[in-house]
């Protein structure tokens, strides 16, 4: 079963745009992590925040964690073209999960255009 | 280093046929796993291995086989295709122990069952 689920399901904007997506989960997690795909490739590891961390940045993107509300947003500054992917949400889950047994949601198809 | 690598990238069977998809990494990584990725959807999980001999189910199990004689190679076989198996596979690796790492990603093998 799905544990993350993402929002929006697809979002286009203009370069130099912010692009913000959601992660919303349903069991408590030791970490939450953002992947990236391009079309027809495999995923990309961006970020991973614990469930002690409330925020994170790598670069241009900023993770937070609100684990009350078990969610998480992914924000992408300053978007260029090259942000064009789907960007998946990907938990552990505290009960039975592990570094290999990742439950991922449905993902947000970015479109970023130039 | 080739990270994660998988063959072949594309396979067409027929309803019954058996295979065997490739999957090698040489980053020396512990954790090891299998995932589907149907149109519109996460990746599920197949199967995983914590290391050499040790093998487990994951989500969706059914109709596939796993091995890991060796660290580096992780097979997935198809033991009677079907049509439902038709999607694309991503196998991923990680280190181990407790701290939590990202998973890397092989390029897929797009499978259709004809």
């Known amino acids: 079963s799905q544990q993350g689920e993402e929002d929006p399901q697809a979002l286009s904007i203009q370069e130099g745009e912010n692009a913000t997506m959601n992660c919303s989960y349903k069991t408590s997690i030791n970490n939450l992590q953002w992947y990236r795909q391009n079309s027809g490739r495999g995923l990309v590891h961006l970020i991973l925040?614990?469930?002690?961390?409330r925020e994170k940045h790598s670069g241009r993107l900023r993770v937070t964690l609100d684990t009350s509300k078990k969610s998480s947003s992914l924000l992408i500054t300053a978007s260029r073209a090259a942000d064009t992917a789907s960007y998946f949400c990907?938990?552990?889950?505290?009960?039975?999960?592990?570094?290999?047994?990742?439950?991922f949601g449905k993902g947000t198809l970015l479109t970023v255009n130039p | 280093n080739a990270g994660v690598t998988q063959t072949p990238k594309f396979q067409v069977l027929k309803t019954g046929q058996s295979m065997t998809l490739q999957c090698a990494q040489d980053?020396?990584?512990?954790?090891m796993s299998w995932y589907r990725q149907d149109p519109g959807m996460g990746l599920r999980l197949i199967h995983y291995?914590?290391?050499?001999?040790?093998?487990d189910q994951g989500e969706v199990p059914n109709g596939y086989n796993v091995s890991r004689s060796t660290t580096e190679d992780f097979p997935l076989r198809l033991l009677s295709a079907a049509p439902s198996q038709t999607s694309v596979y991503f196998c991923?690796?990680?280190?181990?122990?407790?701290?939590?790492?990202?998973?890397?990603f092989g390029p897929g093998t797009r499978l259709t069952v004809t």
């Open positions: 291995s914590v290391g050499a001999g040790i093998t």
């Open positions: 980053m020396n990584h512990e954790y």
């Open positions: 925040i614990r469930s002690n961390e």
């Open positions: 991923a690796s990680s280190y181990g122990g407790g701290r939590p790492y990202e998973q890397y």
């Open positions: 990907a938990t552990d889950g505290r009960s039975g999960g592990s570094n290999y047994k990742l439950t």
